[in-house]
């Protein structure tokens, strides 16, 4: 008998390929962004080109040129660049409706944060994703556009309110994905509507004989530009549900605008050094980050210390902690869960009695006690009594207490 478990084989073939297509979208832009900062003018360069850069790799020299518009003739062989920035979105898409769309009531949906029903909280995720391209995509537009500083302030106030919102809507785990989704989806949204088309724009002109309009290679390198900064942010809050204490806690919203702040610092790093600026004059953006980073790291591990004059709490026995996990855990953390969206115990860990229980100590202390991602969305309605109760049991050692 074949048991196909559809939701991990979509999961996997989607995440690899998502993975895939991103890895080739985020190289290319790097490239392109380093190419563009790294051009070189001298008085030899053709008409109409506006540098050259000479690249050695894989034991072959390239020389490669940046006409400041177009060519005087559209060659006839001519690579575009998009194709990996839509798979990766539409994979990315796929994923997101695989894990959070089909398992919208354990992963998506939250009941301690707010009430949905599974179809209003797909429909509100799906709605915001085309509201966040609408708004940044009108900033672009407005008079912010032609202030560099201002319309970046303006997107990271975008980013930073949607954070906040997003975790009033969905549990923190699907806030935070959110987030570097709806980001994802501006960055693919700028290849789609404005990079592509104005490059076709351009070669429409070269076919008809007619002189192109430079404004549009100026609107898509200014958009490409922002990609360039978004991406190392993204990379990080996408792959965010494996460490539940960036996005289980009560502001994690500002740590959105921390990990805003460490990617463009070092993107902006490497996009200055592309620029031959020598690496004495980049002094700032390192220790930026590195600051920022302490800052975030101490910010999400402290713990407020406890009250001298509260009174002990006794330990709780090996089967009062095993009541706790049979009534909140072990309907997913079975040999056969009972719960309809869990196929297998999530990571194969079961937690059926004391011996995997203590077994498995490290990973409750983690998800359940020290951060709230487990139960998934608190869908069994786990108390902070009843967490603070395993805690202590652990950090006590696990005592047996009583017969087990």
């Known amino acids: 008998m074949v048991e196909i478990a559809y939701a991990d084989w979509l999961n996997l073939g989607f995440r690899w390929l998502h993975v895939i297509a991103g890895i080739s979208w985020i190289g290319t832009s790097f490239y392109f962004i380093f190419l563009d900062l790294s051009l070189r003018k001298h008085a030899n360069l053709p008409e109409g080109v506006g540098g050259e850069a000479w690249n050695v790799h894989g034991g072959g020299f390239y020389l490669m040129r940046k006409y400041v518009v177009a060519p005087a003739e559209l060659p006839k062989e001519l690579h575009w660049f998009k194709y990996e920035a839509y798979v990766t979105w539409l994979s990315g898409f796929a994923l ?31 709605g915001f994703f085309a509201a966040g391209w609408i708004i940044y995509d009108l900033l672009c537009r ?57 490059q076709k724009k351009v070669v429409k002109s070269l076919l008809a004989g007619e ?67 020598p690496i004495l004059e980049l002094r700032w953006q390192w220790p930026t980050a590195a600051v920022l980073m302490a800052v975030l790291i101490i910010f999400l591990s402290w713990q407020p210390e406890p009250d001298p004059n509260a009174e002990m709490v006794e330990v709780p ?15 997913c953390h079975a040999v056969k869960p009972a719960d309809p969206d869990i196929d297998k115990a999530p990571g194969g860990v079961v937690l059926e009695n004391i011996a995997d229980m203590r077994k498995h100590s490290s990973r409750i202390l983690k998800h359940s006690v020290l951060s709230k991602a487990m139960p998934l969305g608190n869908k069994t309605k786990m108390t902070e009594a009843e967490r603070k109760a395993l805690g202590l049991w652990i950090r006590a050692g696990m005592p047996e207490g009583d017969k087990e």
């Open 211 to 277: 002189e192109p309009d430079p404004r549009l290679g100026k609107i898509g390198k200014h958009r490409s530009t922002h990609n360039n900064y978004l991406t190392l942010p993204v990379i990080l809050m996408m792959i965010s549900q494996h460490y539940p204490m960036l996005y289980d806690n009560e502001y994690s919203w500002l740590v959105v605008t921390l990990i805003l702040l460490i990617g463009a610092s070092i993107r902006h790093f490497f996009n200055m050094m592309h620029t031959g600026k």
């Open 96 to 126: 997101l409706a695989v894990i959070y769309y089909w398992g919208a009531e354990s992963y998506l949906i939250d009941k301690d944060v707010l009430d949905l029903q599974s179809w209003e909280a797909i429909l509100i995720s799906m």
């Open 142 to 198: 407005s008079p912010f556009s032609s202030h560099s500083l201002l319309l970046s302030a303006a997107v990271f106030v975008l980013i930073a309110f949607s954070a906040y919102f997003l975790t009033h809507l969905f549990s923190g785990r699907a806030a935070f994905v959110h987030v570097g989704a709806m980001v994802g989806s501006i960055m693919v949204g700028n290849v789609f509507f404005i990079i592509i088309p104005n």
């Open 317 to 331: 026995s090996a089967l009062d902690a095993l009541a706790i996990v049979q009534s909140h855990c072990a309907s």
